[in-house]
Each structure stands twice: as structure tokens, then as C-alpha cells.
């Protein structure tokens, strides 16, 4: 039972290129996170999809970020023009169902990329 | 905001007793989750609790009281691969998780 997949793991890229991260749900998991975490300091809620829908994006900077879920395929976080201050680990979490005020409400983490912007 | 408060570090030794506590503000909370996070990996699940009270998985135990906005995570028998952070997170609403910067505990021999 396979658990939730990014990729890549470790991403470099140069201030202005864009960046995409990849991430795929644990098998069963409809509703799919993202999170950022800087070094040495706690993960912070960027956006939260299920397929084809942004739920709630309240966590992601106004410009130069976007993410998406389609019916196929796996949710891409995408960042434009990358800056210094982009670099960071960035996890990606799913759950099985939401609301239900129980264990299926669990956000199960992948291994995360990490971003380096040159 | 949501501030989540948790201490910075705790150190204990092996076979010890560590109890990490937690608050939290109570505006649409909707749960109490505890992450473990080695450096350099993924936040692995440990607990969650949504009514006052204590849960118990093995040598970890995790408590609750939304009255106070309070929780802490207790782990026993302490290991040297306990060593790590431990995430306290409280789910706001629908979907989202607040996180605390992380406690990182220091096991020695």
C-alpha cells in the first residue's frame, strides 16, 4: 500500500525559473495538502484541493503560485519566477475523507522536495 | 491567529518520561494531531484527539481538553530513536492544519 509519492525529492532551479512539485495521493485519499516548511520553523498551510477543486487557498502567497488537482494525474504545485526566498521543503498531505471529525480525517505525509533557488 | 505554543527542546534520558504539552487557540478548532518528524523526513502520524481525555497507543500517550486549549503528548520507555520533533497540530475548520514549530527532543544514553 503505497503512500503518498512526490517528486522530485530535491529540486535546484535559478531565481526567475519555475518550479513544479509533483504529488500524488495515498491510494483511497481524495482530498490532497500542501504544506512549506523553512528551516527551523514549523509547517505552515499553503492550500488544500480535492480532484478538480480548490477548497481552500488561503495559506498561498497571492502571486506567483497556483496549484491544481485534475481528474487525472497527479496535484502540481507550481511557483513562477522563483525567488531566494522560495526555498524550502514543501510536503504535500492526503486524507480519506473530511469532516467526519475521525481518524479519516488523517493527513498522511509524503517525503516532501526540497527547493533550492540559486 | 491560531498560535500554537509548544516548548523549543526537551532532553531526557533512555527509559525515561517525556511529556511535551501543547496549546492551542480554540476558534474552529476541530481536532488535535501529533506528528513525529526526523530531520530531513516526512511528518509521520502518532495521534489524534478530538474529546477531552487520554488516548493510549503503546508508548505513546496524548491527552486533550478543549476547554483549555490544551494537549500534551506523553511518551514513555523513551528510545534512542525517539529522538526527533514532535509536531502539535490543531485542524481549523475544514482541511487545515495550524502546526507548532516543532519540540525537539534529545534522547541520551
Known amino acids: 500500500n503505497a503512500g503518498v509519492m512526490q517528486n522530485p525529492r530535491h529540486l535546484v532551479r535559478r531565481r526567475g525559473q519555475e518550479a513544479r512539485l509533483r504529488c500524488s495521493p495515498m491510494k483511497g485519499h481524495s482530498h490532497v495538502y500542501w504544506y512549506r516548511q523553512l528551516p527551523e520553523e514549523g509547517l505552515k498551510f499553503m492550500v488544500y484541493?480535492?480532484?478538480?477543486?480548490?477548497?481552500?487557498e488561503s495559506g498561498m502567497p497571492k502571486e506567483r503560485f497556483s496549484a491544481e488537482f485534475p481528474k487525472e494525474g497527479p496535484s502540481i504545485l507550481r511557483i513562477q519566477q522563483v525567488v531566494r526566498g522560495d526555498s524550502a521543503a514543501y510536503f504535500c498531505a492526503s486524507s480519506q475523507l473530511i469532516g467526519t471529525s475521525g481518524e479519516k480525517d488523517t493527513q498522511y505525509f509524503g517525503p516532501g522536495t526540497r527547493l533550492t533557488v540559486l | 491567529g491560531q498560535n500554537i505554543d509548544q516548548p523549543t527542546e526537551m532532553t531526557a534520558t533512555e527509559g525515561a518520561i517525556v511529556q511535551i504539552n501543547c496549546t492551542y487557540q480554540?476558534?474552529?478548532?476541530?481536532?488535535l494531531f501529533w506528528y513525529q518528524q526526523h530531520a530531513g523526513e516526512a511528518p509521520t502520524f502518532l495521534s489524534y484527539?478530538?474529546?477531552?481525555g487520554l488516548e493510549e497507543k503503546g508508548r505513546f500517550s496524548s491527552f486533550l481538553s478543549r476547554s483549555k486549549g490544551y494537549s500534551y503528548l506523553l511518551l514513555k520507555e523513551l528510545q534512542m530513536k525517539d529522538s526527533a520533533s514532535y509536531l502539535c497540530a490543531s485542524a481549523v475548520g475544514w482541511g487545515k492544519l495550524q502546526f507548532g514549530a516543532g519540540t525537539q527532543v534529545v534522547v541520551t544514553p
Open positions: 480554540t476558534s474552529g478548532f476541530n481536532g
Open positions: 484527539n478530538v474529546l477531552d
Open positions: 484541493l480535492q480532484k478538480e477543486n480548490i477548497i481552500d
